[in-house]
């Protein structure tokens, strides 16, 4: 098996070839620090490739493996972590120039458990500045670039997660930790063929990443599977006193011998103002899962979800970085929008914030009722395939992007999925997002495997090769 057939296997498989010692941790780090240089550099998915850290952990993995210590599916695995999550001795960017050289001296908790678990750190991978924090119209706000799509380095990832995304896609790691305040993981997921899980509010802690809206960010997987995205949750998740919104649940990874009785929510007009290929393959992703379950039309109710996650993200973004957008450090920015955007912050009333939380309530209680009843809801992630790499995007085809069900799933804190589901035009990416109660990731991990599976996109991979510096040209 060929160093790029390697970097392509899943995490279950990659943990198969290390306890047949047929690789070692320290061989399949070389291969992917080898890639993250030649493929993920041109691609401006890197802000540093953490080589002594990486050869260090994995030279202890090997030795721990070979003498019987086994600490799980992820002992001996390299991955990345988006550059909003900190490590100590590594500058933690926040993709943003006034930051390019901060440095924290605490490990975030997800690093501290995925080192627990064997996993070996080998990249601190792109962001949009401030993870889009600031506002932004253009791939281009970060001060790595903008982060192609391995898949046509022409067109772009989506943001905010666009280094884990390209990372994971493009075979540089075998997963990748990103954050998601109202799409960031789920969204490039669906435009670079990926698998991203946005797990349960306070499910995985935040303690160790950067602030941006204290009551919607979340952090999660990225992985080329569902099942890797389960392997690695299990890993980070659980309750942390360095996070106080931190749950007491914890997550248990469990394959069911045959993904069947499932029942699905298909939310009604889904599919309504998308491109017709993306719908195309939509459709035939639900006929996949009336395979495996019952499908029953499901109304979202005509609340304002775009609104309230706007001002509530408007009001704990500015509250965030009140004190550098006080000093004008807006101007420092890539975001050719970032010096005015949250200035609304400031004439924010405490009654639209208070309001936009009551109504919130109210979303969340319409989800928990949509729930009962099901096991996920479903809808098309993204209604477009990837757009320019160099283009504007406030202009996209109008209710493409992002999706109602994206948005009432981060108010009310359920976990969601993206799996690929085919192909759109000139051959990108499109997915399909799972939405399932509080706690309940199980069953969506376990839906969105059945849905990979039938759909065998396994088997697909960007094309390689990708050209010296494509991305910025």
């Known amino acids: 098996m060929s160093s790029t057939d390697v970097a392509f296997l899943s995490v279950r498989e990659l943990g198969r070839l290390l306890r047949a010692r047929e690789l070692s941790p320290v061989e399949l780090t070389r291969i992917y620090l080898e890639r993250l240089e030649s493929v993920g550099r041109p691609l401006n998915a890197v802000v540093a490739i953490t080589a002594e850290i990486g050869l260090q952990e994995a030279a202890l993995a090997e030795a721990e493996l070979a003498r019987g210590l086994d600490r799980g599916p992820l002992h001996g695995i390299p991955y990345g972590v988006k550059d909003i999550i900190a490590t100590a001795g590594?500058?933690?960017t926040w993709g943003a120039a006034p930051f390019k050289y901060q440095r924290i001296d605490d490990d975030a908790t997800v690093v501290r458990r995925l080192r627990e678990a064997g996993a070996v750190l080998v990249a601190k991978l792109a962001t949009i500045e401030l993870a889009g924090g600031m506002g932004y119209d253009n791939p281009a706000?970060?001060?790595t670039g903008p982060t192609a799509n391995p898949w046509d380095v022409s067109t772009w990832t989506s943001g905010s997660s666009s280094g884990p995304?390209?990372?994971v896609a493009a075979g540089t790691v075998?997963?990748?930790?990103?954050?998601?305040?109202s799409g960031s993981i789920i969204l490039p997921a669906a435009w670079t063929g990926t698998a991203g899980l946005r797990a349960t509010y306070g499910l995985v802690s935040r303690s160790g990443a950067m602030a941006l809206c204290w009551t919607l960010d979340r952090l999660g997987p990225m992985c080329r599977t569902a099942d890797d995205c389960g392997l690695?949750?299990?890993?980070?998740?659980?309750?942390?006193?360095r996070d106080p919104s931190s749950v007491r649940g914890t997550y248990r990874h469990r394959l069911r011998p045959r993904c069947t009785g499932f029942r699905f929510g298909l939310i009604s007009g889904g599919s309504e103002g998308v491109e017709a290929e993306v719908a195309d393959n939509f459709d035939s992703a639900v006929e996949i899962l009336r395979q495996v379950g019952t499908v029953e039309e499901i109304e979202l109710p005509p609340l304002p979800y775009n609104e309230v996650i706007d001002t509530i993200s408007s009001a704990e973004a500015y509250s965030a970085f009140d004190d550098f957008i006080a000093a004008g450090r807006t101007s420092e920015l890539d975001?050719?929008?970032a010096a005015g955007h949250r200035l609304a912050g400031i004439v924010l009333p405490a009654h639209d914030y208070i309001r936009a939380q009551r109504i919130r309530r109210r979303i969340a209680d319409a989800m928990n009722d949509l729930l009962a009843d099901v096991d996920a809801l479903i809808a098309p992630t993204v209604g477009v395939v990837a757009s320019g790499l160099h283009d504007d995007f406030?202009?996209?085809?109008?209710?493409a992007f992002p999706r109602p069900l994206n948005f009432a799933s981060c108010l009310a804190g359920v976990p969601a999925i993206s799996v690929p589901i085919g192909f759109g035009r000139e051959r990108l990416p499109t997915g399909a997002m799972l939405v399932g109660r509080a706690l309940g990731e199980a069953d969506v991990l376990d839906a969105a495997r059945a849905l990979e599976t039938e759909?065998?996109?396994?088997?697909?991979?960007?094309?390689?090769g990708v050209p010296a510096k494509a991305a910025a040209q």
Not at 174 to 181: L, N
Not at 394 to 399: A, N, V
Not at 455 to 464: D, F, K, N, V
């Open 90 to 92: 590594v500058p933690t």
């Open 141 to 143: 706000a970060s001060f």
């Open 165 to 167: 995304s390209a990372a």
């Open 174 to 181: 075998a997963f990748a930790i990103g954050s998601d305040t």
């Open 232 to 241: 690695v949750l299990e890993a980070i998740a659980g309750p942390d006193p």
């Open 335 to 337: 975001a050719r929008k």
């Open 394 to 399: 406030e202009y996209m085809l109008p209710g």
């Open 455 to 464: 759909i065998g996109w396994g088997e697909h991979r960007p094309p390689l």
